[in-house]
């Protein structure tokens, strides 16, 4: 079994839609939680970043993580087509510096 | 653009070859990280380098070896190359040797071996 488990998608949703992209792990020690877009043949870039249990929003986005269920989120509000990529989500432990273990990708399509 | 740089974009070689892909780190980073990208896997973390020296490593086959130069570009070495190596190969770079914030990506090399 993966440390991070994610669902490979794909995702097609139509623009304006509010998307839920989520991810499970299995290694308590993860305190550092991180998601990454990735645009076709482009590398991975930081979306959003949280420490802990918890909500951090970011204009039209909003991550949470819940540490007692060992689950996280991404929500993306008024989704446009410009959103559409591989959505990864990535987590560390206090010890793992940038040592990321990533998630397989969530595919998204935003459709007009 | 992220700033980190990484040559070939694309490399197709035969089974035994042996290649190097070639990253340049953002400017003032010192940390470099290499991550392998496959259909199945995902994203793997390799190695990272800190200032020149190794500082971390993950499920990095015996069979690859990489380097952090002086100047802080990175090379990452790949030999006796398998079919399952095709992949695409991303490094990434950070100002410091530990913190947990953002790493910034390359937009990678495709190896594919045949």
């Known amino acids: 079994q993966k440390e991070v488990e994610q669902d490979p998608g794909p995702l097609s949703v139509p623009e304006g839609a509010i998307v839920s992209l989520n991810c499970t792990y299995s290694n308590s020690a993860f305190q550092y939680f991180m998601w990454y877009r990735q645009y076709s043949r482009k590398g991975p870039e930081l979306l959003m970043y949280t420490y802990s249990s918890g909500n951090k929003e970011d204009g039209r986005f909003t991550a949470q993580v819940d540490k007692s269920s060992k689950y996280i989120s991404l929500f993306i509000r008024d989704s446009q087509p410009s959103d559409s990529a591989t959505y990864l989500c990535?987590?560390?432990?206090?010890?793992?510096?940038?040592?990321?273990?990533f998630g397989t990708g969530t595919q998204l399509k935003v459709e007009l | 653009d992220s700033g980190v740089t990484q040559t070939p974009k694309h490399l197709i070689t035969a089974t035994g070859q042996r290649v190097t892909l070639r990253c340049s780190p953002r400017?003032?980073?010192?940390?470099v990280y290499w991550y392998q990208q496959s259909l199945d896997q995902g994203l793997q973390f390799l190695i990272q380098?800190?200032?020149?020296?190794?500082?971390a490593k993950g499920n990095i086959l015996e069979r690859f070896s990489a380097q952090q130069f002086p100047d802080l570009h990175s090379e990452l070495n790949l030999s006796s190359l398998e079919l399952g190596d095709s992949a695409l190969y991303f490094c990434?770079?950070?100002?410091?040797?530990?913190?947990?914030?953002?790493?910034?990506f390359g937009e990678g090399s495709r190896l594919t071996v045949l």
């Open positions: 400017s003032g980073d010192l940390s």
């Open positions: 990434a770079s950070s100002p410091w040797e530990r913190d947990t914030g953002e790493l910034f």
């Open positions: 990535a987590m560390s432990d206090a010890g793992g510096g940038n040592k990321l273990t």
């Open positions: 380098y800190y200032n020149g020296e190794e500082r």
